[in-house]
């Protein structure tokens, strides 16, 4: 293919690819742009949905499967093969013990790791999900499984991302219906309607949702150049049958009515209007130089945004990282999942104190799945880390799961994945391991969607 010889720039180049991102229907959830535009308030969905990815692999004794450090001692290693190392943590802001929390005298069914904090008190929304069985201890392939519910072949994913079939079952009546921040996004059999709008940082989002400055028709046609290697001469080279520019044609006024509705704003979080969720999630007046999204709270904050303000339905969203520390101490990792814990526990403190228009809270129609592509081994390695182990778990938050719940479990020698009764969660000699697809399974039948895909039945008991 001819290359155009007049190199667009980088600020034209990003926002023509973010621009892509809303030329794959000519409706977004159903609803033309130009009716988006009009509308006098934007209505939040009914059912939301947010998939927080904790990357690098994280250590479950510190998270959502710990043990008894007086059980689980140095002195038994060898028969165990779990050391919980809490006392190696040496930070009086973690807890040397397991977090048993309680709530008007109701206390937790689950137990929590110290890095978990305050996120904890939050027990009365929860399902744990243990002993996922990841069958990988690649980074790309476990992250890839747990996205899709499909195991990859080799490290190619296969199938949608869950996002992507729960949009594309529901077709919800907002503009953006799913985004997918610095995460991965598939479709393989859904229109474009269910395609996220991928962005990396939130500049990208402004920049998709922002005016431009230049005359849009003139961009996208000389995207069109670039694309086709030669000059668009008439309207039926320009919208020729099946091609791109027939998409463009379709989704020319949409997307300039959808951004003459300046959604920008809602993410400009500077501005004067937002002090209220500034304050909310700790967020300086002025941003700072990576953006607000450069820390986890700024990142929880954009999540509340796009639900609250009803511009999206899903959410993906890469939290935190850092946590694939085979070495250093068990501070730096504790460190490192205490602040996507602390940020998802503001994120729900601020869905439960908000009001949703079809009654109740946004918790009571959000869930939230929790999720890391792997764990750290139990036993701590010669460089002070912890390197991949296959068993994992999950948490499961909000609408349409059981609450205050565990479902599953590990082994108590080497934290080894079970075998269990799915249908009753008990463990069996003749069960079967929980495997990522039966999460994914779970989150689609917990809004009573097709789960199909998945080729598995979902956890009944799981599900609210």
């Known amino acids: 293919m001819k290359k155009n010889p007049n190199s667009p720039n980088p600020e034209r180049r990003t926002f023509l690819k973010a621009a892509a991102g809303f030329m794959g229907a000519t409706l977004f959830g159903g609803v033309p742009f130009r009716a988006f535009a009009q509308a006098a308030n934007l209505a939040p969905p009914d059912r939301c949905f947010v998939f927080a990815y904790f990357s690098g ?72 999900v243990r002993g996922i069985n990841m069958t990988t201890l690649g980074h790309e392939v476990g992250f890839r499984y747990f996205l899709t519910g499909k195991r ?36 393989d059999r859904y229109p474009g309607h269910a395609n996220a709008l991928r962005v990396s940082r939130s500049n990208d989002l402004l920049l998709t949702l922002s005016p431009s400055t230049r005359t849009l028709d003139s961009e996208i046609e000389q995207q069109l150049i670039d694309f086709r290697g030669q000059p668009i001469s008439c309207e039926a080279a320009a919208y020729g049958a099946r091609g791109v520019g027939e998409t463009y044609e379709n989704s020319r006024d949409q997307m300039q009515a959808v951004l003459s509705g300046r959604l920008d704003n809602s993410f400009r979080f500077e501005r004067p209007e937002h002090a209220e969720l500034r304050q909310k999630y700790g967020l300086a007046a002025t941003p700072p130089a990576g953006g607000y999204d450069s820390t986890e709270a700024g990142r929880a904050a954009l999540v509340a945004t796009a639900l609250k303000q009803g511009i999206s339905q899903c959410v993906s969203i890469n939290l935190t990282g850092g946590l694939d520390t085979h070495f250093g101490t068990q501070l730096n990792h504790a460190n490192n999942q205490r602040r996507g814990f602390d940020a998802l526990a503001t994120l729900v403190d601020d869905l439960r104190a908000t009001s949703h228009p079809s009654g109740g809270n946004f918790m009571d129609h959000t869930t939230i799945m929790v999720f890391s592509e792997f764990s750290r081994t139990p036993l701590i390695n010669g460089s002070g880390g912890r390197d991949h182990h296959l068993c994992n778990s999950c948490l499961l938050m909000g609408a349409g799961v059981k609450h205050n719940y565990v479902f599953g479990a590990s082994g108590d020698i080497g934290m080894g994945p079970g075998l269990f009764d799915l249908r009753n969660g008990a463990a069996t000699a003749t069960g079967e391991n929980i495997l990522p697809e039966h999460v994914i399974a779970t989150v689609l039948a917990s809004a009573n969607l097709d789960y199909s895909i998945t080729r598995v039945e979902p956890l009944r008991p799981i599900l609210a």
Do not use: C
């Not at 949608?160 to 077709?171: F, Y």
């Open 57 to 128: 692999g994280w250590d479950q004794l510190l998270a959502f499967d710990p043990r008894d450090p007086t059980v689980f001692t140095a002195e038994r290693i060898s028969e165990t093969r779990i050391l919980p190392g809490y006392n190696l943590i040496n930070d009086s802001r973690f807890s040397g013990m397991p977090l048993v929390p309680e709530k008007d005298g109701v206390l937790s069914n689950i137990t929590f790791g110290p890095a978990v904090g305050r996120l904890s008190n939050h027990f009365d929304l929860m399902t744990v």
């Open 152 to 187: 990859p072949i080799g490290s190619a994913a296969r199938g949608s991302t869950t996002a992507t079939e729960i949009v594309g079952q529901l077709a919800p009546r907002v503009p953006i219906p799913s985004i997918a921040y610095n995460i991965e996004t598939y479709n």
